[in-house]
């Protein structure tokens, strides 16, 4: 499998007045071509600023990239000058954000915004870009893409107004789709409906998707690989098959828990994971995690966990798969 991008060892900080804030901790993952990778966590994990840093749309006035590298085909996104940078944005890699009403511009016909990285990014002409845009619009399924071409945002409802952002963003057949909780701000049929479009799209144009969520259920069905933040840090990484199956660190234990068993038609009881995430000024010396885990043992306060392999491509970040560490159940029986 051809690997598209590579974040390495990548941390950032956010300078406030309250003090720096560890944003992102010592993160590595890759994706693959045509591969659709998911990124999960609670909100505050380091998932957006994480996929900002890869898009250059860290605010630097207060965000400092303290350590690591970001290679896209070889080439370190952060050492790219911001006009090349912005040339790899608009042709190769293209972001979808929550909120499709604050990324579109409400002045501006959304045919011509469809159109408008065409004409700048492919150079093509005025024609032929409303010729793609319109394709386009019926590719991402929205009816009368003719008359739909010649309207304005706010004559499109939420998920269709996700459809346009999902339509800009494949306009110029990225290798690389960031969607940043794409379907949070809809409901959930609608939800469903542009997942299953994402997927469609990425079989169809071979577009590898990186997909940040805070939604396990979305991620089982959409995503082949999942990497799972917590405080700044990924906890544990795998397929999707390894995460949902077998699992290795409990906070991803408490993740499967919280989330309704989708698959069933009972409403099952949702239990959270107890808790808050831990003060991002000052975080734990030893693992993120230990403050709310029921598992926790000394050496969990006083050290970062190794990243343990499971398999060649599993890995997670917790002292209870050392071979030295007792099991779980025995951490319990032992009570600390
Ligand atoms: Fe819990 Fe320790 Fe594993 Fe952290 S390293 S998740 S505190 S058992
Ligand atoms: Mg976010």
Redesign the pocket.
């Known amino acids: 499998m051809e690997q598209l991008l590579e974040v390495k060892n990548l941390e950032v900080n956010f300078r406030t007045y309250g003090g720096e804030v560890k944003a992102v901790r010592d993160v590595s993952f890759h994706i693959n071509k045509s591969e659709i990778l998911a990124i999960v966590g609670e909100s505050g994990s380091g998932k957006s600023v994480t996929v900002q840093t890869i898009m250059g749309l860290l605010p630097m006035s207060v965000a400092d990239i303290k350590n690591g590298t970001i290679h896209y085909k070889g080439q370190n996104l952060l050492e790219l000058k911001k006009r090349e940078l912005r040339k790899l944005k608009g042709s190769k890699i293209s972001m979808i954000f929550q909120d499709p009403m604050t990324s579109l511009n409400p002045t501006m016909k959304i045919g011509s915004q469809i159109a408008e990285g065409l004409i700048i990014h492919q150079k093509i002409s005025k024609r032929d870009a409303k010729e793609q845009a319109i394709n386009m619009i019926k590719l991402v399924g929205i009816p009368n893409p003719e008359q739909r071409y010649d309207q304005y945002p706010h004559e499109f409802s939420g998920g269709m107004r996700q459809r346009v952002m999902i339509a800009i963003a494949l306009a110029c057949r990225p290798e690389l789709l960031i969607a940043d909780e794409p379907t949070t701000a809809l409901d959930v049929t609608i939800q469903a409906q542009v997942l299953k479009l994402m997927i469609e799209l990425k079989e169809k144009t071979d577009t590898a998707i990186i997909l940040i969520t805070h939604d396990l259920g979305v991620v089982a069905e959409t995503a082949e690989r999942v990497a799972v933040m917590y405080a700044g840090v990924i ?1 544990e990484t795998g397929t999707v098959h390894e995460i949902f199956e077998n699992p290795k ?3 991803t234990w408490g993740l499967m828990e919280s989330i309704p068993d989708f698959m069933s038609t009972t409403k099952e009881r949702l239990i959270p994971i107890e808790g808050s995430p831990p003060d991002l000024f000052a975080p734990p010396k ?5 403050p ?6 000394d ?3 006083d050290q970062m ?1 190794l990243d343990y392999e499971i398999s060649s491509s599993h890995s ?6 050392d071979e030295q ?1 007792p099991n ?1 159940d025995e ?1 319990l029986a032992l009570g600390r």
Not at 286 to 290: N, T, V
Not at 292 to 297: G, I, L, P, S, V
């Open positions: 906890v660190h409990p906070y030893g693992c993120p995690f230990a709310r885990c029921k598992y926790a043992m050496i969990c306060v966990p997670a970040k917790c002292w209870l798969n560490s779980a951490v």
